[in-house]
């Protein structure tokens, strides 16, 4: 089935406007963009909730196995750093394997090792414990790169002026996924044991399968001139690169980190430190949408939200512990304020980055079409999993060598780091189109200039 407008759909117009005009989207979604949206809700909310299950009760778990912080820091970590390897797979095949294909082989694989997940403790502990954690995670993490890489590309060619509304809607689902995932899993693992949180997630997602077979439309298109060098050697992508890393990596940091402390600061019982966890997704959740819907509607504001919602989030940071050197004592509505805090910076500048990259991308001669959304959403994966690698690895290590106020200290210093250097890249590039500018207005001032004698002769 081609996409709306012919083989390669609606083409944005190109400069600062591109995928950020609505004015051209129907009022009234075609029925193929109302299933390409069930399509993508579907697997950003059981994507999510199997993601973030984790987080209340594993790394207890796998203290009980013999497995160190540090350790279950990279089992949290090595999903991120498969997601980026797969991510740039997928991303620069999507047009051969086909979105369609990719989007429900990866869902019916996140399915089934979401289930073997679930029997893991029934392996013995130490090595093998550990080595089957890693196996599981990292088929779950191809599969994930592989759903979720289509589902970006599906989205931006369904909804080509309005992508960062759309996605910024779709957010609601992934945070709901991150709220619901810590509480549920919390609760089921307190109630019934380790096995039945996955066994129940990952027949959740197996059962949307059919569903998404039946509904997902097929999008044809001719493989692409461009590669990912091409893509993140423009500076600007770079630098949008390097913002997804820092974000990502708070997220990441979080997962291995909190609930320990939690746990020992204010000795919640497992299924109520899932709670916690629910400050910033509900809070993400809830903001993705508005700052979506600012960022299509006025483009100019999508570089000031990336600047300041890193500069936000670094404060985030520095209060979680707080930092010991603010003397402020930690207390837990405290923390759960700054979760909040943290969600609405995170969605203020995790939305515009797509449309940004993909805004760049055309301005600087790439096709418009599904191989550069492939191109696009891979590499956003790739980027978020780099930071989603190195924030959880990090954060199991230096929570057990300096604790959790400076640990989290040190990850707002990287958003804060990549929230600087992309507003001073900004005021730069803002600089040079004045100074380009006026040098053409000059310029024609002098050809009048030259001309005006000949004008004036009889």
Same mark, same amino acid.
């Given at each position: 089935?081609?996409?709306?407008?012919?083989?390669?759909?609606?083409?944005?117009?190109?400069?600062?406007?591109?995928?950020?005009?609505?004015?051209?989207?129907?009022?009234?979604?075609?029925?193929?963009?109302?299933?390409?949206?069930?399509?993508?809700?579907?697997?950003?909310?059981?994507?999510?909730?199997?993601?973030?299950?984790?987080?209340?009760?594993?790394?207890?778990?796998?203290?009980?196995?013999?497995?160190?912080?540090?350790?279950?820091?990279?089992?949290?970590?090595?999903?991120?750093?498969?997601?980026?390897?797969?991510?740039?797979?997928?991303?620069?095949?999507?047009?051969?394997?086909?979105?369609?294909?990719?989007?429900?082989?990866?869902?019916?694989?996140?399915?089934?090792?979401?289930?073997?997940?679930?029997?893991?403790?029934?392996?013995?502990?130490?090595?093998?414990?550990?080595?089957?954690?890693?196996?599981?995670?990292?088929?779950?993490?191809? &599969?994930?790169?592989?759903?979720?890489?289509?589902?970006?590309?599906?989205?931006?060619?369904?909804?080509?002026?309005?992508?960062?509304?759309?996605?910024?809607?779709?957010?609601?689902?992934?945070?709901?996924?991150?709220?619901?995932?810590?509480?549920?899993?919390?609760?089921?693992?307190?109630?019934?044991?380790?096995?039945?949180?996955?066994?129940?997630?990952?027949?959740?997602?197996?059962?949307?399968?059919?569903?998404?077979?039946?509904?997902?439309?097929?999008?044809?298109?001719?493989?692409?001139?461009?590669?990912?060098?091409?893509?993140?050697?423009?500076?600007?992508?770079?630098?949008?690169?390097?913002?997804?890393?820092?974000?990502?990596?708070?997220?990441?940091?979080?997962?291995?980190?909190?609930?320990?402390?939690?746990?020992?600061?204010?000795?919640?019982?497992?299924?109520?430190?899932?709670?916690?966890?629910?400050?910033?997704?509900?809070?993400?959740?809830? &903001?993705?949408?508005?700052?979506?819907?600012?960022?299509?509607?006025?483009?100019?504001?999508?570089?000031?939200?990336?600047?300041?919602?890193?500069?936000?989030?670094?404060?985030?940071?520095?209060?979680?512990?707080?930092?010991?050197?603010?003397?402020?004592?930690?207390?837990?509505?405290?923390?759960?304020?700054?979760?909040?805090?943290?969600?609405?910076?995170?969605?203020?500048?995790?939305?515009?980055?797509?449309?940004?990259?993909?805004?760049?991308?055309?301005?600087?001669?790439?096709?418009?079409?599904? &191989?550069?959304?492939?191109?696009?959403?891979?590499?956003?994966?790739?980027?978020?999993?780099?930071?989603?690698?190195?924030?959880?690895?990090?954060?199991?290590?230096?929570?057990?060598?300096?604790?959790?106020?400076?640990?989290?200290?040190?990850?707002?210093?990287?958003?804060?780091?990549?929230?600087?250097?992309?507003?001073?890249?900004?005021?730069?590039?803002?600089?040079?189109?004045?100074?380009?500018?006026?040098?053409?207005?000059?310029?024609?001032?002098?050809?009048?200039?030259?001309?005006?004698?000949?004008?004036?002769?009889?």
């Amino acid at each position: 089935m081609d996409a709306p407008g012919g083989p390669e759909g609606p083409r944005p117009p190109r400069g600062d406007d591109s995928l950020g005009n609505t004015r051209e989207t129907p009022r009234q979604l075609s029925r193929e963009q109302f299933f390409v949206l069930i399509s993508a809700a579907s697997i950003n909310l059981g994507s999510m909730m199997c993601y973030s299950i984790l987080g209340p009760f594993f790394p207890k778990e796998a203290e009980k196995k013999g497995v160190s912080n540090t350790v279950t820091g990279m089992i949290f970590g090595c999903y991120a750093l498969f997601d980026l390897l797969a991510s740039l797979v997928f991303g620069k095949y999507l047009v051969q394997i086909g979105a369609k294909f990719m989007f429900v082989a990866g869902m019916f694989v996140s399915g089934g090792v979401t289930i073997l997940f679930g029997v893991l403790d029934k392996v013995p502990e130490g090595p093998i414990f550990i080595a089957m954690c890693f196996l599981v995670r990292m088929a779950d993490a191809v &599969s994930f790169a592989a759903a979720i890489t289509a589902s970006f590309s599906i989205l931006a060619k369904a909804f080509p002026n309005s992508v960062a509304t759309v996605l910024g809607s779709l957010e609601i689902f992934s945070g709901l996924g991150l709220v619901l995932g810590p509480p549920l899993g919390g609760f089921l693992y307190q109630s019934f044991g380790y096995e039945v949180p996955f066994i129940f997630l990952g027949c959740i997602v197996l059962l949307m399968i059919p569903l998404n077979m039946y509904i997902l439309p097929n999008y044809d298109s001719d493989p692409g001139e461009h590669s990912f060098w091409k893509l993140i050697t423009l500076p600007k992508v770079a630098l949008i690169a390097f913002v997804i890393n820092s974000l990502s990596s708070c997220f990441g940091f979080l997962d291995p980190t909190l609930s320990l402390f939690v746990l020992e600061k204010f000795n919640l019982p497992a299924g109520y430190v899932g709670l916690v966890f629910l400050g910033l997704a509900s809070s993400y959740a809830i &903001s993705s949408p508005l700052f979506g819907l600012l960022s299509d509607k006025m483009p100019h504001l999508r570089k000031w939200f990336l600047v300041w919602g890193n500069i936000i989030t670094a404060g985030c940071y520095m209060l979680l512990g707080p930092i010991p050197v603010l003397h402020i004592k930690s207390q837990l509505w405290l923390l759960v304020l700054i979760l909040v805090l943290n969600g609405i910076s995170a969605g203020m500048s995790i939305i515009p980055t797509i449309p940004e990259i993909l805004s760049c991308a055309y301005e600087n001669g790439f096709e418009e079409g599904l &191989s550069t959304l492939g191109l696009v959403s891979g590499l956003f994966s790739a980027m978020w999993s780099v930071g989603a690698f190195l924030g959880p690895t990090l954060g199991g290590f230096l929570y057990e060598k300096i604790g959790f106020e400076w640990a989290a200290a040190v990850q707002g210093l990287w958003a804060m780091t990549s929230g600087v250097t992309m507003g001073l890249f900004y005021l730069w590039e803002h600089s040079q189109r004045r100074r380009s500018k006026l040098e053409n207005i000059l310029g024609t001032e002098e050809e009048r200039t030259a001309l005006l004698p000949d004008e004036i002769q009889p």
